[in-house]
């Protein structure tokens, strides 16, 4: 059974870096998928944000691609998410995801975290 | 506003059945990909509703069943139950943003 768990602090200070990690159990994150992020704002919405392939290869959000960085450690079986410059617009749970791809959707989440930025 | 466009509530008695619609721009996300379906509990995660257009994850009660034509798809609950209520989102893959586009959400009242 695939298992997703974010980690994480869950204060950030406005201009700081939001950082979060995603711990897979289960399954090998060298399977043959893209593990990525999700996000939902207090009472509004999902917004995705990017994926990342076990190679490094990363797909992201243009809206937010100029503030992001994801990357994967196969040794702990986790992925991580740097969103830099954060402002009280990026408070929102963040979920980690599994893609199943074009065809099956994200067919895994995590349970989520609450990161609010704020001084 | 979101590139999927879907009804931001819809209601129903118990036993009934209600559809959520989610129609979309050509231009934006096209015909080629398929429509995938979450369903979010008040305070849990999304889960998995539908896939691949039309087809359930494992445990997914036939209650639930999806379809797609051309810029539109549905998702359909027939015998609408009190646990039902939640949010709905679609979602689908936006050739002109590269990436995973979600519809804005329907939030479904079971009365």
């Known amino acids: 059974q695939v298992q997703l768990q974010e980690s994480g602090p869950g204060l950030v200070k406005p201009s700081g870096t939001v950082s979060l990690i995603c711990t897979v159990s289960?399954?090998?994150?060298?399977?043959?998928?893209?593990w990525g992020w999700v996000r939902q704002p207090p009472g509004k919405g999902l917004e995705w944000i990017g994926e990342i392939y076990h190679s490094g290869s990363t797909n992201y959000n243009a809206s937010l691609k100029s503030r992001l960085s994801m990357s994967v450690d196969k040794s702990k079986n986790q992925f991580s998410l740097e969103l830099s410059s954060a402002t009280a617009a990026d408070t929102a749970v963040y979920y980690c995801?599994?893609?199943?791809?074009?065809?099956?959707?994200?067919?895994?989440w995590g349970q989520g975290i609450l990161v609010t930025v704020s001084s | 506003q979101s590139v999927l466009t879907q009804p931001p509530s819809v209601s129903g008695a118990p036993g009934q059945r209600v559809t959520i619609s989610c129609t979309w721009n050509?231009?934006?996300?096209?015909?080629?990909?398929?429509v995938h379906w979450y369903q979010q509990l008040p305070g849990t995660a999304p889960k998995l509703l539908i896939y691949g257009n039309t087809d359930r994850p494992s445990g997914v009660p036939d209650r639930f069943s999806g379809s797609k034509s051309g810029t539109s798809a549905s998702l359909a609950i027939t015998g609408l139950q009190v646990e039902d209520e939640g949010d709905y989102y679609c979602q689908s893959y936006g050739s002109s943003v590269s990436g995973w586009v979600f519809g804005g959400g329907t939030k479904l009242t079971v009365l």
């Open positions: 050509s231009s934006n996300i096209g015909t080629t990909y398929d």
């Open positions: 995801t599994r893609d199943g791809g074009y065809a099956y959707g994200l067919d895994c």
């Open positions: 289960g399954v090998s994150i060298r399977a043959s998928k893209w």
